[in-house]
């Protein structure tokens, strides 16, 4: 696919760089040459320096054959002026634009605002509301490292650790259906000291590994109960960081959860005390021992650091850490930083970039995808697939899952029918309209899996 | 450094270009000729090596950095070069010592078209198509071409590519990614090379003459399977189909590409330096036309065809010739050769300083008159209306230091080395600009000249090609500390 990106920016670059890894031509535009270098050094990608909504730099991009515009910089004119060009001068036939601004997704306006009558955005994103959508969920599902949503949120896929004295560690996968007669689950992935394990009914499941199951959103705390002690819900939030994120959660949970917010500018902290009814609004800095003992962090259940500088937020959280929060969640966004951290004092790294780029990923891939999600820094991906196609077309469709020959890697985790549910067994017959589940191990077999689900004009 | 990334991908190339002995073989078969069991062996042996270069670390599967890319290049081209003159030095008709089948390899393979071989008539046609696909294959660059085809050297590629392609902007890219890139140039280069082919054929000459001066006339090579070279058909016809096609392999391939991309011819003309290239050429074929006939070496129609096709094959750093014209008047053969440091335009396969880095340089010079004029002016470097980077510049005036700086010590050894001014100067003109022929002893071939002498010219057609830098680099103690 022939892909131009606006903007080379945190957003840009690793979109550029997962769709590049993916053998799409990528061209990148932004008007600081030396961001487009550091790109052009690592990636294979060709970059344009200029103002990317100027018609002739995106000429000079080959918007003209290309097949997808996604607009990523950091000011919302410039994204959707972007998408306009694309759309009345070249006919682009998809287009992405990152809005940030609330005034302009505010639903009153929306509808009317963005359609191809008036301004041609297909497709928008705010990657603070992905951002913040995927922090709410670790919230709100004590335990997990990650949640996602499936087929709108009927179905959830959770990734936890699994902690020995369950239920359900050290014993066979198979047993499952005799701990819990009455739920149905299925186990995606499990990834031990080893990597990846790809699950059958043997496998058993170890102290430490981290476990991938898929189940109705109302059983997703019984499955959890099996693999590691229930923790409580939480219940005292301390935020650290008063931006756009830290806003936009303690907003969502201020009605439900009772939320602190540190913010270090006087005058944001004023603004967010204006905007926030529930929420305790604090000036002060997040690293501060004093100012987080006063405010009794050894009681708070999760402290999560939210700033826009990794630093910051890194000893932060461990500064809370030792000081006696349950569980610290952190944002950060450069890569190197989330290895180093993983599996220390910090419980669960946060990568924003992640989050964005599963959200995006869904429009680039083939095949009637819903939904993209990028497990494990990028390595493993949750897909959402409708099916389409008939028993001839297809190659799953009329099949049982037991007779598809899935690329290796891959697991077909459950399927939802007509807004129902179904957990995927060997017997369990696909048709066409199911939305179906898949978990890839390894990335590298997507393609495999887009193929697979393909209705075919290979086959004539 | 990673040895091993460095010995998986040297391996595969080798392998490669092991496969480049078997259409020779086939030559052989047709002609009825003794030389496939020594092109067998030499295919086999180079295969040999680069399965034993390859096999150690096949499975490595780590990242190649750019210190990996020129270590590559310039171990490729040097492997490459030996085991090029393997079948050379095997032949017996040939019969050439190994300095001579060096010489004669490196000069194939860097598209210099000099030669240490006469009487290439009665040479087996397989080996002289062998010498013929030798320049083909180092016209493009063996490594584009590995990077067209080769999957694998996917994002590694890019390091790969920039340390050979010659020019002095070369982080652009045709197309996003660099395996496409790379396939464009092949294709430009398969292209010209059967439309070139094919016209000499339907001008008259023999199919094999026709597919090897093809080989050599679209790589700016310039090896001959003929000692009189073109002028051998005497054909004016021939004459101007070469000419041609030198000038267009000259023009740099990107602009070939936006060209057939956009349909526009009109591309050639906006581009500065295409249109510096042309300019020059029909200059410098005025001043040796009027030269030619003032000086009474020709009449009026054998002063126009043989200046003009002279000053093209000489100033694109081809080197076919079709008359002797080291014998014109004095003035000529020094001034054809001055031509050939400005060579072709960069992003072609020719040779020489390169059009784009002499506009450059020319604009500098230019801003520093003016600026003696209007002190206060702020005055950037434009081509085709965008600033040239002030880094860019830098290099350019680099390479041009370093150039010269080689070009006169070369000069020096040859001239301890025995030989007199006319023919050192000469020689490594011929061999840093990648052109070929010279004057004094090295005016027909290179065969007279001494041994030390032919690894001088044969290190200086390799930094010719290389464009110096990525050679030089190599011998630099920081390139190798860790």
Not at chain 1, 323 to 342: C, E, W
Not at chain 2, 122 to 127: A, C, G, H, Y
Not at chain 2, 192 to 205: N, V
Not at chain 2, 238 to 257: P, Q, R, T
Request: net charge neutral.
């Amino acid at each position: 696919m022939k892909i131009v990106i606006v903007g080379a920016g945190q957003v840009g670059g690793t979109l550029a760089e997962n769709l590049a890894r993916e053998y799409n031509d990528i061209t990148v535009v932004d008007i600081n040459e030396q961001a487009l270098r550091a790109l052009q050094d690592r990636l294979d990608i060709r970059t344009v320096a200029g103002t990317g909504s100027h018609p002739n730099v995106l000429v000079n991009a080959g918007i003209e054959d290309a097949d997808m515009l996604v607009a990523v910089t950091s000011s919302d004119e410039v994204n959707i002026i972007a998408c306009q060009v694309a759309y009345s001068l070249f006919h682009t036939p998809t287009k992405i634009a990152r809005i940030r601004s609330r005034n302009y997704t505010n639903p009153k306006y929306k509808a009317k605002l963005f359609n191809d009558n008036h301004m041609p955005v297909d497709v928008m994103i705010t990657p603070e509301q992905v951002v913040t959508d995927y922090i709410q969920k670790l919230v709100e599902q004590p335990g997990a490292l990650q949640v996602l949503d499936f087929a709108d949120g009927s179905i959830q896929m959770v990734g936890l650790r699994a902690v020995k004295d369950s239920p359900l560690v050290g014993q066979q996968l198979r047993t499952l259906k005799d701990h819990m007669p009455n739920v149905d689950a299925r186990v995606a992935a499990v990834f031990g000291k080893d990597g990846a394990i790809f699950p059958t009914g043997d496998t058993v499941i170890e102290d430490g590994d981290e476990v991938f199951f898929v189940a109705a959103r109302n059983n997703i705390r019984k499955v959890m109960s099996e693999l590691r002690r229930l923790e409580k819900p939480y219940r005292r939030l301390v935020i650290a960081g008063g931006g756009n994120i830290g806003f936009r959660l303690a907003k969502a949970l201020e009605n439900d959860y009772n939320i602190k917010i540190i913010e270090f500018s006087t005058e944001r902290a004023r603004h967010l005390s204006e905007k926030l009814d529930k929420t305790v609004v604090l000036n002060g800095s997040a690293t501060d021992q004093d100012l987080l003992l006063d405010e009794n962090i050894d009681k708070a259940d999760v402290f999560l650091a939210l700033t826009n500088d990794d630093e910051v937020n890194i000893l932060a959280s461990l500064l809370a850490k030792q000081l006696g929060a349950r569980k610290v969640m952190t944002l950060i966004s450069n890569p190197v930083y989330a290895d180093l951290m993983q599996g220390g004092a910090i419980d669960i790294a946060i990568s924003p970039q992640q989050a964005t780029t599963s959200s995006l990923l869904a429009h680039v891939r083939q095949g009637d995808m819903v939904s993209v999600h990028s497990l494990r820094r990028g390595a493993a991906e949750a897909l959402e697939i409708i099916v389409h196609g008939d028993e001839k077309s297809s190659k799953v469709v009329g099949r049982a899952i037991g007779d598809i020959k899935s690329p290796p890697g891959s697991t077909l985790a459950a399927l939802v029918r007509n807004g129902e549910v179904i957990i995927a067994h060997h017997d369990t017959v696909i048709e066409s309209g199911d939305h179906v589940i898949v978990f890839v191990v390894d990335k590298a077999n997507t393609k495999a899996v887009e193929k697979l689900f393909a209705v075919g004009f290979t086959f004539f | 450094m990673h040895l091993n990334i460095v010995a998986r991908v040297l391996g595969i190339l080798l392998m490669i270009f092991s496969l480049t002995m078997l259409p020779p073989i086939l030559v052989a078969t047709i002609y009825g000729e003794s030389t496939s069991s020594m092109f067998a062996l030499a295919f086999a042996i180079t295969l040999i090596v680069g399965l034993v270069f390859w096999l150690p670390s096949k499975r490595v599967t780590a990242e190649m950095r750019t210190r990996d890319g020129f270590v590559i290049t310039v171990f490729f081209w040097l492997v490459l070069s030996t085991f090029g003159a393997l079948p050379l030095m095997l032949s017996e008709t040939a019969n050439l010592s190994f300095i001579n089948a060096l010489f004669e390899s490196v000069s194939g393979l860097t598209t210099t078209g000099a030669t240490v071989i006469s009487g290439l008539d009665d040479l087996p046609k397989s080996i002289l198509y062998y010498r013929q696909q030798l320049q083909w294959l180092g016209g493009i660059g063996i490594v584009v071409i590995a990077v067209a085809i080769l999957p694998m050297l996917g994002v590694g590629g890019m390091q790969l590519y920039r340390t050979e392609t010659p020019g002095p902007m070369k982080d652009s890219k045709l197309t996003p990614r660099i395996r496409e890139t790379a396939n464009v140039l092949f294709k430009i280069y398969l292209a010209l090379t059967l439309a070139c082919g094919l016209a000499y054929w339907l001008a008259g000459m023999s199919a094999f003459d026709a597919i090897s001066h093809s080989f050599s006339t679209v790589s700016i090579g310039g090896f001959s399977t003929h000692d009189a070279s073109i002028g051998f058909f005497d054909s004016s016809a021939i004459m101007s189909i070469c000419a041609f096609f030198m000038v267009i392999s000259g023009i740099n391939f990107a602009l070939h590409f936006h060209v057939w991309h956009d349909r526009k011819l009109s591309h050639y003309w906006s581009d500065p330096e295409a249109r510096m290239y042309i300019y020059l050429l029909l200059v410098g074929i005025l001043i040796t036309c009027l030269y030619l006939y003032y000086s009474g070496t020709y009449g009026w129609s054998e002063s126009i065809r043989q200046g003009g096709f002279h000053l093209i094959s000489i100033m694109t750093t081809t080197g076919f010739t079709s008359d002797n014209f080291s014998g014109w008047p004095t003035f000529l053969p020094f001034f054809l050769i001055f031509l050939s440091f400005f060579g072709a335009c960069a992003g072609s396969t020719g040779g020489g300083i390169k059009i784009g880095r002499m506009l450059i340089l020319g604009q500098q010079c230019i801003r520093e008159i003016y600026r003696l004029v209007h002190p206060n002016a702020l005055l950037p470097i434009k081509i085709h209306n965008r600033r040239v980077p002030s880094r860019v510049a830098d290099a350019i005036w680099a390479f041009f230091g370093a150039y010269l700086a080689i070009f006169y010590l070369m000069v020096l050894l040859l001239l301890a080395s025995g030989l007199d001014y006319v023919t050192a100067w000469s020689a490594t003109a011929a061999s840093l600009n990648n052109l070929g022929p010279g004057l004094g002893e090295v005016a027909i071939n290179f065969a007279e000249i001494n041994g030390f002498a032919k690894w001088v010219l044969c290190w200086g057609m390799l930094l010719g090609r290389l464009e110096i830098f990525t050679l030089l680099v190599l011998f630099t103690p920081t390139f190798w500390r860790n």
